[in-house]
Protein backbone atom coordinates (compact mmCIF):
# COMPACT_ATOMS: atom_id res chain seq x y z
CA UNK A 1 0.00 0.00 0.00
CA UNK A 2 3.03 2.39 -0.18
CA UNK A 3 1.39 4.31 -3.34
CA UNK A 4 -1.88 4.82 -1.21
CA UNK A 5 -2.87 8.32 0.09
CA UNK A 6 -4.38 6.56 2.75
CA UNK A 7 -1.12 5.01 4.26
CA UNK A 8 -0.42 8.53 6.22
CA UNK A 9 -3.57 8.06 8.16
CA UNK A 10 -2.30 4.56 9.06
CA UNK A 11 -4.94 2.86 7.41
CA UNK A 12 -4.28 -1.30 6.43
CA UNK A 13 -4.70 -2.35 2.98
CA UNK A 14 -7.90 -3.72 2.14
CA UNK A 15 -8.61 -6.47 -0.31
CA UNK A 16 -12.04 -5.73 -2.11
CA UNK A 17 -13.37 -9.26 -3.31
CA UNK A 18 -16.66 -8.05 -2.93
CA UNK A 19 -16.99 -5.77 -6.18
CA UNK A 20 -18.78 -2.30 -5.90
CA UNK A 21 -19.43 -1.85 -2.06
CA UNK A 22 -19.99 1.51 -0.52
CA UNK A 23 -18.27 0.87 2.78
CA UNK A 24 -14.70 0.03 1.02
CA UNK A 25 -15.13 3.26 -1.35
CA UNK A 26 -17.15 2.14 -3.95
CA UNK A 27 -14.94 0.54 -6.72
CA UNK A 28 -11.47 1.62 -7.82
CA UNK A 29 -12.03 3.57 -10.60
CA UNK A 30 -10.33 3.41 -14.10
CA UNK A 31 -7.28 5.94 -15.53
CA UNK A 32 -9.38 7.76 -17.78
CA UNK A 33 -12.15 8.13 -15.32
CA UNK A 34 -9.70 9.88 -12.59
CA UNK A 35 -8.09 12.37 -15.02
CA UNK A 36 -11.73 13.45 -16.51
CA UNK A 37 -12.30 14.31 -12.66
CA UNK A 38 -9.58 15.98 -12.13
CA UNK A 39 -10.01 17.76 -15.18
CA UNK A 40 -13.72 18.76 -13.87
CA UNK A 41 -12.74 19.59 -10.35
CA UNK A 42 -11.38 23.08 -11.95
CA UNK A 43 -13.86 24.10 -13.14
CA UNK A 44 -18.29 25.32 -11.04
CA UNK A 45 -20.94 23.85 -12.67
CA UNK A 46 -24.28 23.76 -11.97
CA UNK A 47 -25.00 19.99 -10.53
CA UNK A 48 -28.83 20.00 -10.75
CA UNK A 49 -28.34 21.04 -14.65
CA UNK A 50 -24.86 18.19 -14.65
CA UNK A 51 -27.43 15.37 -13.28
CA UNK A 52 -29.98 16.10 -15.84
CA UNK A 53 -27.38 16.26 -18.84
CA UNK A 54 -25.48 12.55 -16.98
CA UNK A 55 -29.21 11.02 -16.75
CA UNK A 56 -29.72 11.83 -20.66
CA UNK A 57 -26.92 10.15 -21.40
CA UNK A 58 -27.11 7.55 -19.69
CA UNK A 59 -30.57 6.61 -21.33
CA UNK A 60 -29.67 7.47 -24.33
CA UNK A 61 -26.79 4.69 -23.65
CA UNK A 62 -29.03 2.33 -22.39
CA UNK A 63 -31.85 2.66 -23.82
CA UNK A 64 -34.01 3.58 -20.76
CA UNK A 65 -36.52 6.06 -20.84
CA UNK A 66 -34.58 8.23 -18.57
CA UNK A 67 -31.93 8.03 -15.67
CA UNK A 68 -31.32 9.41 -12.47
CA UNK A 69 -27.89 9.68 -11.00
CA UNK A 70 -27.97 9.25 -7.04
CA UNK A 71 -25.22 9.38 -4.66
CA UNK A 72 -25.59 5.59 -3.93
CA UNK A 73 -27.44 2.43 -3.87
CA UNK A 74 -29.67 3.98 -0.84
CA UNK A 75 -30.47 7.16 -2.43
CA UNK A 76 -31.37 5.02 -5.44
CA UNK A 77 -33.71 2.95 -3.87
CA UNK A 78 -35.31 5.87 -2.00
CA UNK A 79 -36.06 7.47 -5.46
CA UNK A 80 -37.14 4.87 -6.89
CA UNK A 81 -39.96 3.62 -3.83
CA UNK A 82 -40.69 7.69 -4.33
CA UNK A 83 -41.47 7.18 -8.29
CA UNK A 84 -43.62 4.03 -7.81
CA UNK A 85 -45.80 5.90 -5.21
CA UNK A 86 -46.04 8.95 -7.15
CA UNK A 87 -46.03 7.52 -10.21
CA UNK A 88 -46.31 10.34 -13.08
CA UNK A 89 -47.60 13.07 -10.81
CA UNK A 90 -44.65 15.35 -11.08
CA UNK A 91 -46.32 17.76 -8.04
CA UNK A 92 -45.87 14.51 -5.73
Do not use: W, Y
Not at 40 to 63: C, D, M, Y
Amino acid sequence: MSDSPFQALGLSKVINASGKMTALGGTAQATAVAEVQQQAAGHHVNLAALRRAAGRQIAERTGAEDACVTTGAAAGIAIGVAAMITGTDEEA
